[in-house]
């Protein structure tokens, strides 16, 4: 089959690579009909993320049709179309149990490597390292699905693939971020960040009732999106304003009840700070630069939530605890728990309460996918989200 | 601070001084022999430059931490050098015997604190609490059954297998013993007949090889129930003596250069196999090494996975 292979530093290319097949009883194979480029598929790309190897097939944002299933998968069919979560989840162990399906315990076999890095295991993904389980991704013609009588969700005849697509990541995640946020009426919601997952937080932010939602980027048509189709009040371009001073200034002086950061670990900014983390980074001393996250803890509202969806994935430097603990943050994060959300979200796209295609800024064939990262990554002719027919 | 941690200590204070002494003897001959009472020509300043250069690499050696004992026995020798020399100065007529026999004395003490832990390095050089103890490991996980289930699933000792990696089989011959296959070096399995010593049903399960192999190897098993129905903590107690015999090696081929780390991921695999049936895979984790994460090229070569419902060896 064919699929996109990472190369090497911004280099990604179409291999002809074997044909996956069935490897625990509870697999399926899907041949891929659409699949995306994510945010987080840049921090591959330009090789920011440790235990990537050259050859590793790339992609966990894909759905498309069952050809084959193993002997312990009871609830597919061959020719179902089905929706794929990027996390890879058992549905048994205690986390499963719990609804943190991203925190699996059994479905990644290099638990041991994400064990020594953070503590504990997490899942396994697709297409995203070593560390993370090394599944081949779904950025190619077909993909083997562990787990697939818990993860995959059949997706009914009446809605399109780009309808359904983003229900493997970003519509939850940007979600996640939204619900994370407990948000109660009257709320002022402030959003860092306005790729794909920045705007279905805002979005979602919105469906969960928030009063004012405050769009923070510094690209004019991102923030554009922001407050035509996703629902923004009011739009902050970082590269005009002080986004402390502007933020007091729409909120009264309260600061945001809640604050999304969802740009995560490639922030970009302005002053001494911004030189500082870039440095830092450059020297690989620090892993990430958290500097949305340190305006958004910052401007927060003493009491407030402080909602990370944005990808960590190391250490950061100059954290202000002082802050989160003498005003009362609370600080809620993690890889989204999809599997709990796909469900309620895909009823309601069928209600016509959220249409995710409205980010969808390309379409292209798998073969171009080496443009499609180039384009996504430096934004070029206002790129939101790359979406990839099969 | 442990015994241990005195002797590195001490080690790397006389490295230390080591370098001081090294750097004095080079830079400032004349100097130290007035000190020490000798007079120094340009011959005689040569030769102490020479010492300084030994002392330093010594120090150097010792601070680096590598083969330290070593290095430190190599202060002792120096010393002995030092104290010939000085022995033979003592001789010559232009020397300041008072001066001469106080640094005689100083060297003396500080080549017996140097063979003192030039001792102790070597004697924990050669007991890095392996080969006098044996190796040793605890590692605990929680799976999401009842301790009665998980203690079945490991008393059928056959079931082993599916989640220890290395090992191949595990053959019951009566009610106690058992004869366990690992797959050994170069493709060659290493055999051994271990017995059960102890056997609560729902609570533990311990194990030793037979008399008679050539090394002792015992583990323990213990299964408890964890707090509001989280399942059961299951606790691996292991002790082997490393590579020494046939068994020995066996076993190492077994726990692998890292036995703590061996260990930990067997217990995720029977966690695995409890919970869900069977050891995941992946495109990568399938190949032994570094692999790129893509489809196998020969999936024939693979064991086909097959359903084994768990239901009847936990019941």
């Given at each position: ?289 958290p500097i949305a996250l340190r305006q958004a803890i910052r401007a927060c509202r003493s009491g407030g939530v402080v909602s990370v969806i944005g990808v960590y994935g190391g250490f950061i430097d100059k954290f202000p605890m002082g802050t989160v603990m003498n005003r009362s943050l609370t600080i809620r994060s993690g890889q989204c728990h ?53 | ?305 097959v359903e084994r419902p768990l239901e009847g060896e936990l019941r």
């Open positions: 089959m064919r699929a996109t292979v990472w190369q090497g530093k911004k280099k990604v290319g179409i291999e002809q690579v074997a044909d996956p097949t069935i490897l625990n009883t509870r697999d399926a194979i899907l041949r891929i009909t659409s699949t995306a480029i994510c945010g987080s598929d840049l921090h591959l790309y330009q090789g920011l993320v440790p235990t990537l190897e050259r050859g590793d097939i790339l992609g966990h944002e894909f759905m498309g049709e069952v050809v084959e299933v193993g002997p312990g998968v009871k609830n597919l069919r061959i020719g179902d179309r089905v929706v794929v979560p990027f996390p890879i989840a058992c549905g048994a162990c205690a986390q499963c149990r719990r609804g943190l399906f991203s925190t699996c315990e059994n479905s990644n076999p290099n638990a041991w490597i994400a064990e020594k890095v953070h503590g504990h295991p997490v899942a396994g993904v697709f297409g995203y390292t070593h560390m993370l389980g090394g599944f081949a991704g779904g950025q190619a013609e077909y993909v083997r699905v562990p787990f697939a009588d818990i993860g995959p969700l059949v997706v009914p005849g009446g809605m399109s693939d780009e309808q359904a697509l983003f229900l493997s990541d970003i519509l939850p995640t940007g979600y996640m971020g939204a619900e994370m946020c407990n948000i109660q009426p009257g709320d002022v919601v402030a959003v860092w960040g306005c790729g794909p997952v920045g705007q279905f937080a805002i979005a979602s932010a919105k469906m969960l009732g928030a009063e004012k939602i405050i769009a923070i980027d510094r690209f004019r048509y991102r923030l554009e999106m922001a407050r035509a189709r996703a629902g923004a009040t009011d739009v902050l371009d970082y590269e005009d304003d002080s986004v402390h001073d502007k933020l007091m200034e729409l909120t009264g002086g309260r600061g945001p009840d809640a604050c999304i950061d969802a740009v995560g670990m490639e922030a970009h900014g302005h002053g001494p700070m911004w030189v500082y983390d870039r440095t830092k980074q450059a020297l690989k001393m620090e892993s990430d630069r999809v599997h709990k959300y796909m469900r309620p979200l895909l009823e309601r796209i069928q209600k016509g309460e959220i249409d995710p295609t409205f980010i969808i800024t390309h379409r292209m064939a798998l073969e171009d996918v080496a443009d499609g990262y180039d384009i996504f990554l430096n934004k070029q002719e206002e790129c939101m989200k790359v979406v990839m027919k099969v | 601070m442990t015994r241990r941690d005195r002797t590195d200590l001490l080690a790397e204070s006389l490295g230390w001084f080591s370098i001081g002494l090294g750097l004095a003897e080079i830079a400032a001959p004349r100097g130290l022999g007035f000190c020490i009472g000798v007079d120094v020509d340009r011959r005689g300043r040569n030769l102490m430059r020479v010492l300084g250069a030994r002392e330093m690499v010594a120090g150097l050696g010792i601070l680096s931490g590598r083969r330290r004992a070593t290095w430190m026995w190599s202060r002792v020798l120096g010393d002995a050098m030092d104290l010939a020399l000085l022995g033979s100065a003592m001789s010559s007529q232009d020397c300041d015997r008072t001066r001469l026999g106080a640094a005689t004395l100083a060297v003396a003490g500080v080549t017996a604190v140097d063979v003192l832990a030039a001792a102790r390095l070597s004697r924990a050089a050669t007991s890095p609490g392996d080969e006098a103890r044996g190796i040793e490991v605890v590692k605990a996980i929680t799976v999401a059954r009842t301790p009665s289930e998980l203690y079945r699933f490991w008393r059928k000792l056959e079931n082993l297998p599916r989640f220890m990696q290395n090992l191949e089989a595990v053959d019951t011959i009566d009610e106690t013993r058992s004869r366990w296959r690992v797959k050994g070096p170069a493709g060659r399995a290493v055999e051994w007949e271990a017995e059960v010593v102890e056997d609560s049903p729902g609570q533990c399960i311990a194990w030793r090889s037979l008399p008679g192999a050539d090394v002792q190897n015992a583990g323990r098993v213990e299964f408890v129930a964890a707090p509001a129905g989280r399942g059961t903590e299951v606790r691996v107690h292991l002790r082997y003596q490393p590579p020494a015999g046939r068994v020995g090696r066996g076993l190492a081929a077994m726990f692998g250069k890292d036995p703590a780390h061996q260990v930990s991921s067997d217990l995720r695999r029977l966690k695995q196999v409890i919970e869900t049936g069977e050891v995941i895979r992946s495109d990568a984790s399938i190949h032994t090494g570094m692999h790129a994460a893509q489809p196998p090229k020969r999936p024939d070569d693979l064991p086909r996975p």
